[in-house]
């Protein structure tokens, strides 16, 4: 049943027929009926036909997202309960068994849920519900997900700022079992990290970059290793275990680089060969240059610079910036690994970017590898906006 009917202007119900999955305000003829937030509507083309189930969010320039482009299937728990078993199956068939114990097991639109992300780390599911949709079910969704994952505790994260967007509060806190008391063990590739599940970014920990840490640590031996926005020390460790000689690694976070020690402190490392610094990285690159400092392999790892296409602009500059300073630091041989997680900035333009930057720097660099996130962020072809980690392995010549 639904509580409303959208219906569009002529033409623009094309994006629909591709089953991309959000309609946008401008794109709204009529609403009829007085669907509330997150209430079901029926979408429907100028001429009448059906085109998907959405959500309704008044308060969201993404009025509505579809849940289903299917008449037949209504949004409701056992439609939930199949798009849910579908998004673990999925991991379980593309993370090798013994690979980690923390993956993201729903990654919203990408999982044909929009809004929704559940992260597991180890016994312990971190949801954050951040579409009216999604809030409007979160009792089904959170019974579905507790009961599909196995999992012991369930913690909310909905504390990002896209919830304002939505028209919803920010909310955090335990929802099932014991609050966590502490970090949450987690063991990736062979690699022990504590992660807050309670405080830390996003939901606790860079799930999307496993597979690249994993890369950057059998690239880094015997090489000096520079880690900038290192967070927890993800890339750090990575290195160090792949036998790096050193690694030094920048955050402007003390909480952050506070936990990157103690994660190095679980690990069987050798501690004397990292060095720490809590400094801007536009800042501290331009000091390592000052002070003659050169390095084999440069991982820079900057949070979203461009969250929509409208930033692209002023988040090419800081792309252009940091990466034109990490250039000049690089020894010839050696290698960047260097990285976007900007929605707004697609791969061919953070390629552009980056090529810029090294012609501005007056280095010649061979494409090595391409990165991309990890298998448990899918990319389903008619929602590219799902493409938003891309990177790109450079040696200089
Ligand atoms: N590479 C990490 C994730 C990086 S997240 C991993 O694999 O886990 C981005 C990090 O950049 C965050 O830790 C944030 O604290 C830090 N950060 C954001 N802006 C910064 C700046 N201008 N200078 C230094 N660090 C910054």
Redesign the pocket.
């Given at each position: 049943m639904s509580a409303g009917i959208l219906a569009l202007k002529p033409g623009r119900e094309r994006s629909l027929l591709r089953r991309h999955p959000w309609i946008f305000s401008g794109a709204i003829e009529t609403v009829r009926g007085s669907p509330e937030s997150g209430g079901t509507v029926e979408v429907r083309a100028a001429d009448g036909r059906f085109l998907a189930w959405a959500a309704y969010s008044p308060a969201s320039q993404i009025r509505a997202r579809a849940w289903s482009f299917d008449e037949a299937e209504q949004p409701g728990p056992e439609m939930f309960q199949r798009k849910i078993a579908t998004a673990l199956a999925l991991r379980k068939g593309s993370i090798a068994a013994g690979t980690t114990d923390a993956m993201r097991l729903v990654h919203a639109e990408s999982d044909g849920l929009p809004g929704l992300i559940a992260d597991r780390y180890a016994d312990t599911l971190v949801v954050q519900i951040l579409s009216a949709g999604c809030e409007r079910w979160r009792e089904t969704l959170l019974d579905l997900l507790r009961e599909a994952s196995g999992c012991v505790r369930v913690y909310e994260r909905s504390d990002a700022d896209v919830r304002e967007l939505e028209g919803l509060p920010l909310r955090a806190g335990a929802l099932h079992g014991p609050a966590p008391e502490g970090p949450v063990g987690i063991v990736e590739h062979g690699i022990r990290y504590d992660v807050d599940v309670v405080a830390g970014?996003k939901t606790g920990?860079?799930l999307d970059?496993r597979e690249n840490?994993r890369r950057a640590g059998l690239l880094a031996r015997d090489r000096e290793v520079l880690n900038c926005?290192?967070?927890?020390g993800?890339?750090t460790l990575s290195a160090l275990a792949g036998g790096a000689r050193s690694v030094l690694s920048?955050?402007?976070?003390a909480p952050?680089l506070d936990a990157a020690r103690a994660n190095l402190a679980l690990n069987r490392l050798d501690a004397a060969r990292a060095e720490w610094l809590e400094?801007?990285?536009?800042a501290a690159l331009r000091r390592l240059r000052e002070q003659g400092r050169q390095f084999d392999l440069i991982v820079l790892?900057?949070?979203k610079f461009a969250p929509t296409p409208k930033d692209a602009e002023r988040a090419a500059r800081g792309y252009k910036d940091i990466n034109l300073s990490a250039f000049r630091l690089l020894r010839p041989g050696g290698l960047l690994a260097t990285f976007s997680c900007s929605g707004g900035v697609s791969p061919e333009l953070f390629q552009k970017i980056v090529a810029g930057a090294a012609a501005d720097a007056g280095v010649a660099l061979l494409l090595r590898e391409r990165f991309a996130a990890a298998p448990d962020h899918p990319v389903r072809m008619e929602f590219p906006e799902g493409e938003y980690l891309k990177g790109l392995l450079l040696e200089r010549r």
């Open positions: 970014q920990f860079y970059q840490r926005f290192c967070y927890t993800g890339f920048v955050d402007s976070s952050a400094a801007d990285v536009f790892d900057p949070p």
